[in-house]
């Protein structure tokens, strides 16, 4: 299987974990961790329904990644995510060592990936990312432009 047909299966993963955030009435923002072909954590935001602002879909997939793996290094990891992370999430990236991560869609109003801000490639910083932007865009896209429309006419 070539790179993008992998990273398209994943971010399908990732597009379900969405769907359950949707369903929750949460932002639907999926994500996953992947070694070495292998799922190790999946997660999506929940955010409002446990009352904690560092609920996000990529902060709970690294921390249970972490978890199962028995290390707080993920070097070997790629993040699998359906938006492109925010500067906590871009923070945690880092801090956690992950490889490489893939994103569906930018983010213009909150995304530190390459939107706002840079964070993952910041020379200043002890760690940087290799960035794959994009993959399945259009999907990740609608999810967030559904519920935001729905949200709107409640």
Sequence with gaps: MDQLAYDE????????????AYEKGEIPVGALIVVNGEIISKAHNIKETTFDP??????LAI?????ILGAWRLTDATLYVTKEPCIMCSGAIVNSRIKRLV??????????VVSLYNILNDKRLNHQVEIT???LEEECRVILKRFFKELRED
């Design 133 to 135: 932007n994009g993959i």
């Design 9 to 20: 299966y994943f971010m399908k993963e990732a597009l379900k974990e969405a769907e359950k």
């Design 54 to 59: 560092t609920a996000h879909a990529e902060i």
């Design 103 to 112: 994103y569906g869609c930018n983010d213009p109003k909150g995304g530190a």
């Design 63 to 67: 921390r249970e990644a972490a978890r």
